[in-house]
T-cell receptor, first 112, second 115 residues
Framework: GESVGLHLPTLSVQEGDNSIINCAYSNSASDYFIWYKQESGKGPQFIIDIRSNMDKRQGQRVTVLLNKTVKHLSLQIAATQPGDSAVYFCAESYNQGGKLIFGQGTELSVKP | EAGVAQSPRYKIIEKRQSVAFWCNPISGHATLYWYQQILGQGPKLLIQFQNNGVVDDSQLPKDRFSAERLKGVDSTLKIQPAKLEDSAVYLC?????????????FGPGTRLLVL
C-alpha cells in the first residue's frame, strides 16, 4: 500500500552540528514532497518542499534532497539550534493538490 | 496574513457522545482538508473540499463522521457517536489556488479525548 517511512524515529544532535533526517517513499508516481516541523501541541509547520523535477532545493538553513532512483528524501538542517527540536514529517503527494501521505515522523532533539 | 484557525483547541467527551470541530482557512484558500493525527503517527486525510464540494472523502468513516463547507469558506467536522479510538488531534489545512501552489498550511488542531 501507500507509505512514506522514516529510517530513524529519533535523532539527537549537539547544538551547532548539522542534522540529517531521512525518509523513504514507496510511490514512484509521487511528484511533490514536503517537510513539516511539528512542535508539541502545535500543528505541522511548513519547512520546505520540492517537486519531482528537481533533486535539490535550499532554504534558510535547510536543504531538501530528492533521489528518485532509490525513492529517498532527506532534510538537512545546518547549525542546528535548540529551537529546531521537534518532530519532523516528510509527506508525498501524487496528484496536484491532493492528499498528503505522511510518514511516522522523526523526533529531533538538540542538546545545548 | 492570518493562519488557519481552529476551535475548540481541546475537547473531552464520553464515548457515544457527539462533538463538532470548526475550521476557518487562510483567506482566499479554495481547498480545505481535514486530517486525523493519532498520537505518534503522521496525519491522515479524512476529507478534502474544493470550495464547497467534496473532492476526496474515501477515508472518512461515514457511519459516524460528517463534514461540511456550505459557503466554501469555514468548515465543520462532526463525530456522532464518538468511539474511544477517535481520540486524536484533528487538523485542518488549506491550500491556495494555482498550479504552483501546492503547499498545505495547517492549523493548530483540536485535541479530542474520548473517555
Amino acid at each position: 500500500g501507500e507509505s512514506v517511512g522514516l529510517h530513524l524515529p529519533t535523532l539527537s544532535v549537539q547544538e551547532g552540528d548539522n542534522s540529517i533526517i531521512n525518509c523513504a517513499y514507496s510511490n514512484s508516481a509521487s511528484d511533490y514532497f514536503i517537510w513539516y516541523k511539528q512542535e508539541s501541541g502545535k500543528g505541522p509547520q511548513f519547512i520546505i518542499d520540492i517537486r519531482s523535477n528537481m533533486d535539490k532545493r535550499q532554504g534558510q538553513r535547510v536543504t531538501v534532497l530528492l533521489n528518485k532512483t532509490v525513492k529517498h528524501l532527506s532534510l538537512q538542517i545546518a547549525a542546528t539550534q535548540p529551537g529546531d527540536s521537534a518532530v519532523y514529517f516528510c509527506a508525498e503527494s501524487y496528484n496536484q493538490g491532493g492528499k498528503l501521505i505522511f510518514g511516522q515522523g522523526t523526533e529531533l532533539s538538540v542538546k545545548p | 496574513e492570518a493562519g488557519v484557525a481552529q476551535s475548540p483547541r481541546y475537547k473531552i467527551i464520553e464515548k457515544r457522545q457527539s462533538v463538532a470541530f470548526w475550521c476557518n482557512p487562510i483567506s482566499g484558500h479554495a481547498t480545505l482538508y481535514w486530517y486525523q493525527q493519532i498520537l505518534g503517527q503522521g496525519p491522515k486525510l479524512l476529507i478534502q473540499f474544493q470550495n464547497n464540494g467534496v473532492v476526496d472523502d474515501s477515508q472518512l468513516p461515514k457511519d459516524r463522521f460528517s463534514a461540511e463547507r456550505l459557503k466554501g469558506v469555514d468548515s465543520t467536522l462532526k463525530i456522532q457517536p464518538a468511539k474511544l479510538e477517535d481520540s486524536a488531534v484533528y487538523l485542518c489545512a488549506s491550500r491556495g489556488q494555482g498550479k504552483k501552489t501546492e503547499t498545505q498550511y495547517f492549523g493548530p488542531g483540536t485535541r479530542l479525548l474520548v473517555l
